[in-house]
């Protein structure tokens, strides 16, 4: 699937968005319902005025995550720009993230195991693909379907020792992923 942004489609008539359930320094992630089907969605709503510095890493996420296809990744469904807001609709794990399950007390061995291997499985996905994904936490992952989750990502190459410290993500909202060159 290409990476295009829908400008001539108002995402309202697509999409009714809900509450909010996350934000960072670029934006706010909304729980949403696709008007079609019926299904819950995460939309990513970004000011592109506010944003113009990050513009093209923008771009590069929603090219890098609309070409991503495993039942072990967030999929990606669209982007539409409504006015000055970028809309970046994905598929919503509503099982919260792996730090949501750990708030109530430790977790059995054998969730952190079932846990460990989806999240091994996402990431062989990644690295077959020559990406890696720079900021795995508690916060990056779905139990509920079992999912890395990517609410930002990064074209960048992955740094390397002579590299400046690691540039932030395009939201800071969730994941940071990069491309990386076949070895």
Same mark, same amino acid.
């Given at each position: 699937?290409?990476?295009?942004?829908?400008?001539? /489609?108002?995402?309202?008539?697509?999409?009714?968005?809900?509450? *909010? %359930?996350? #934000?960072?320094?670029?934006?706010? /992630?909304?729980?949403?319902? *696709?008007?079609?089907?019926?299904?819950?969605?995460?939309?990513? $709503? %970004?000011? /592109?005025?506010?944003?113009?510095?990050?513009?093209?890493?923008? &771009?590069?996420?929603? &090219?890098?995550? =609309?070409?991503?296809?495993?039942?072990f990744?967030?999929?990606?469904? #669209?982007?539409?720009? @409504?006015? =000055?807001?970028?809309?970046? /609709?994905?598929?919503f794990?509503? #099982?919260?993230? *792996?730090?949501?399950?750990?708030?109530?007390?430790?977790?059995?061995? $054998?969730? %952190?195991?079932? &846990?460990? +291997?989806?999240?091994?499985?996402?990431?062989?996905?990644?690295?077959?693909d @020559? +990406?890696? @994904?720079?900021?795995? +936490?508690?916060?990056?992952?779905?139990?509920?379907?079992?999912?890395? *989750?990517? @609410?930002?990502?990064?074209?960048?190459?992955?740094?390397?020792?002579?590299?400046?410290? &690691?540039?932030?993500? !395009? !939201?800071?909202?969730?994941?940071?992923?990069?491309?990386?060159?076949?070895?």
């Open positions: 699937m290409a990476a295009e942004m829908e400008s001539s /489609v108002d995402p309202t008539t697509l999409y009714t968005k809900q509450e *909010c %359930i996350g #934000g960072g320094s670029f934006g706010k /992630v909304y729980k949403g319902l *696709c008007r079609r089907t019926g299904r819950t969605v995460a939309i990513k $709503v %970004i000011d /592109v005025e506010n944003a113009e510095d990050e513009v093209e890493d923008i &771009m590069g996420e929603i &090219m890098i995550l =609309s070409n991503m296809n495993s039942p990744v967030t999929k990606y469904y #669209g982007s539409y720009l @409504h006015g =000055s807001d970028l809309w970046i /609709v994905m598929e794990c509503g #099982g919260g993230s *792996c730090a949501d399950l750990m708030k109530p007390g430790p977790l059995a061995e $054998v969730e %952190i195991a079932i &846990m460990l +291997k989806e999240l091994l499985l996402g990431l062989t996905y990644l690295h077959d @020559h +990406k890696l @994904h720079r900021d795995i +936490k508690g916060t990056s992952q779905s139990p509920q379907p079992p999912r890395l *989750c990517f @609410h930002s990502a990064n074209t960048s190459q992955p740094p390397t020792s002579s590299s400046p410290p &690691m540039a932030r993500s !395009s !939201s800071r909202i969730s994941a940071s992923l990069a491309s990386s060159p076949p070895p």
